[in-house]
């Protein structure tokens, strides 16, 4: 709700700017900032919006984003696989000395398919989502649980 | 003359199916159990539940392991009631 309120204030300014001069680029230089961390404004053109970014760079670092709303921190490959392991380690029934990315539940770890039942559910625990039965009996390894993850959230890299 | 090319261990259809109907009541369960209110009667479910699956694991009888499912999916309305009751 707050980054609708922002996008209506940020609206109502852009649209005040425009009705002046164009060629007072300098307060359009000044709301560069915000503009990038909203998406799809859409404020000006194409050449316009090229010189900002340029104008972007050039004030450096101050400008990733940093706020999230609410949101939860953005998930990178490294940051599931981190995850995964840790509730795999915690699993009663995994030595963690065992573990692996590679190491099949089965086969290498020697649990059955209840165990696998439970790590999956597990699995829907740590990251909010529910997994379908037909897809979650294919996953038997922690990379192939990193992998399905990552398809499902949309992760690249 | 045909050599069945399937390992000895293969499950028939009808296990293979079953075998699916077990994890899938299994999981139902586990996500019945995960909308208990208290965290202590959450985990003594859920190792009932895996006790009484890991007990019967070994079972080969079809007609054993089919009545076992029904008792499983008896439990299984029993709690999604009991959850419907009691509010959450």
Not at chain 2, 19 to 48: H, M, N
């Amino acid at each position: 709700m707050a980054s609708r309120a922002l996008a209506y204030c940020m609206r109502s300014f852009a649209r005040s700017t425009a009705r002046l001069n164009h060629g007072n680029a300098f307060t359009r230089y000044a709301c560069a900032p915000l503009v990038s961390k909203q998406r799809a404004l859409g404020v000006t053109p194409c050449s316009q919006r090229t010189r900002w970014t340029e104008l972007v760079r050039i004030s450096g670092p101050s400008v990733h984003l940093c706020r999230h709303y609410g949101d939860l921190p953005p998930l990178t490959l490294g940051n599931i696989e981190e995850r995964v392991m840790y509730v795999l380690k915690l699993y009663d029934k995994i030595s963690p000395e065992k573990l692996q990315t590679s190491s099949h539940f089965m086969k290498d770890l020697g649990l059955d398919s209840l165990d696998q039942v439970e790590i999956i559910m597990a699995m829907e625990d740590e990251f909010g989502f529910e997994i379908p039965d037909a897809e979650a009996e294919k996953l038997m390894t922690p990379a192939e649980i990193v992998q399905y993850i990552a398809d499902k959230k949309d992760v690249y890299e | 003359m045909a050599v069945s090319r399937l390992p000895p261990a293969a499950l028939s259809l009808k296990q293979f199916l079953q075998r699916q109907k077990v994890l899938g009541v299994y999981r139902d369960l586990l996500r019945s159990i995960r909308r208990i209110p208290t965290e202590s009667d959450r985990r003594y479910l859920r190792d009932w539940a895996r006790e009484e699956f890991k007990r019967n694991k070994t079972e080969t009888d079809q007609d054993v392991i089919r009545m076992m499912l029904t008792q499983a999916h008896n439990h299984l309305e029993d709690l999604r009631r009991s959850l419907v009751l009691a509010g959450c």
